[in-house]
């Protein structure tokens, strides 16, 4: 099992910047993959970001790349997503995800290669 605490979500201009932090408990944290995803009111949950197992290695949205970093930080069990140049679209409930099984050929983007999530937190940015 692995339980996910969302923070760091609130109100930012357009162009401004927010910090969202995961930490995860319940399991070694460097052998889990971690992704952020976000949602809006009637729409589906869309995939924002994504870290490896070893943090070695990055995926993004494309909406996002370029503006939003992933990061991890193994010894804290935590995982940030920095996000700049904010934009109104990018309001939404953001939410932390982490798998522990290994999947072949895993794309990472996908909802259903994720087994954990948390509760989500708010992130409204306003023009």
């Known amino acids: 099992q692995v339980q996910l605490d969302e923070s760091g979500g609130g109100l930012a201009q357009a162009g401004g910047s927010l910090r969202l932090s995961c930490v995860a408990s319940?399991?070694?944290?460097?052998?889990?993959?971690m992704g952020w995803f976000r949602q809006t009111a009637g729409k589906e949950r869309e995939f924002v970001a994504a870290i490896s197992r070893t943090g070695k290695n990055t995926y993004y949205a494309g909406s996002v790349k370029g503006r939003f970093t992933i990061s991890g930080d193994n010894a804290e069990n935590t995982v940030y997503l920095q996000m700049n140049k904010l934009k109104p679209e990018d309001t939404a409930v953001y939410y932390c995800a982490a798998r522990v099984r290994f999947i072949q050929s895993a794309t990472y983007n996908s909802k259903s290669e994720y087994d954990y999530w948390g509760e989500g937190t708010q992130v409204t940015v306003s023009s």
């Open positions: 319940g399991r070694t944290f460097g052998r889990v993959v």
